[in-house]
Each structure stands twice: as structure tokens, then as C-alpha cells.
């Protein structure tokens, strides 16, 4: 546990000192938990690596099918990938798993997020004006 904690430690300094594919690295050899595997995506998602990102998140919501940030941004990274149609369904999903709350904050998991169902309802909408669907967008 020590050396995944010091592992944990030095991907944080590597990513917080903007050295991105230093902290993929050493991410990549910790365990894998939801936590990491969000982490590990959010960094590709930053690198413009959509494609890997949505995995890493797919790997996250596997993990924990209640982590309604993974689902968020998977579906940030299908809305880029102008896969509007699993965007949406990810962004619905990730309203559900809110389960009510207004926000759910994720440092309790060591995760520096806070989802807010506004975020979603913005993104959902904008998802929704993309398909044509302009009036179910404005609700």
C-alpha cells in the first residue's frame, strides 16, 4: 500500500508540474481502481487522445457504475468526437447517477472534481441543439 501511495504521490507531482505523459507513466503502473483509470483518461482527454480517454473512462464507470464524472466526460469526449448520440445517452447516464444531488464532490475518492447537474443539463442541452433537436435542447 506504501508504494502504491508513493506512486499515487509521484504521478500527482508529475501531472501537477504539467508533465502529462510523465504522470500517464506512472499512473499506468498503479493498480487499476476507478480512480486511476479517471485520471488516466482525463490526462488523455487533455493530450486531445479522445479516443483513449473514452476507454480509460469506459474502464472507470466498469469499475464503479455509480461515478457520474466518468460518465461526463466520456460524453465531453464523444460530444468532441461529434458522437452526439453517446454523448447524450452519457450525459443522461451521468444525470442519473447524480441520484438527486445538485453536485457530488469527488476529493473524498482523491479525485479533484466537482460535478455539478447543471454542467450536465448545459451539455445534454448543447447535445440535443447539435442533433436538431432544438426545442428539447432549450428545456
Avoid at 22 to 42: P, R, W, Y
Avoid at 45 to 71: C, E, P, T
Amino acid at each position: 500500500l506504501k508504494q502504491e501511495l508513493d506512486t499515487w504521490d509521484a504521478a500527482l507531482q508529475a501531472y501537477d508540474s504539467e508533465d502529462l505523459d510523465g504522470a500517464l507513466s506512472i499512473f499506468e503502473k498503479i493498480s487499476d481502481t476507478s480512480k486511476v483509470a479517471m485520471n488516466i483518461g482525463l490526462i488523455h482527454m487533455y493530450q486531445g487522445n479522445f479516443g483513449h480517454a473514452i476507454a480509460k473512462f469506459s474502464d472507470a464507470i466498469k469499475l464503479d457504475r455509480f461515478l457520474a464524472v466518468g460518465y461526463f466526460q466520456r460524453g465531453v469526449c464523444h460530444y468532441r468526437l461529434k458522437s452526439m448520440e453517446k454523448a447524450l445517452q452519457d450525459f443522461v447516464d451521468a444525470e442519473v447517477m447524480m441520484r438527486g444531488n445538485q453536485v457530488v464532490y469527488y476529493q473524498e475518492l482523491g479525485l479533484q472534481f466537482e460535478l455539478h447537474t447543471d454542467r450536465i443539463l448545459l451539455d445534454r442541452g448543447l447535445t440535443l441543439i447539435q442533433l436538431g433537436r432544438y426545442d428539447d435542447g432549450m428545456k
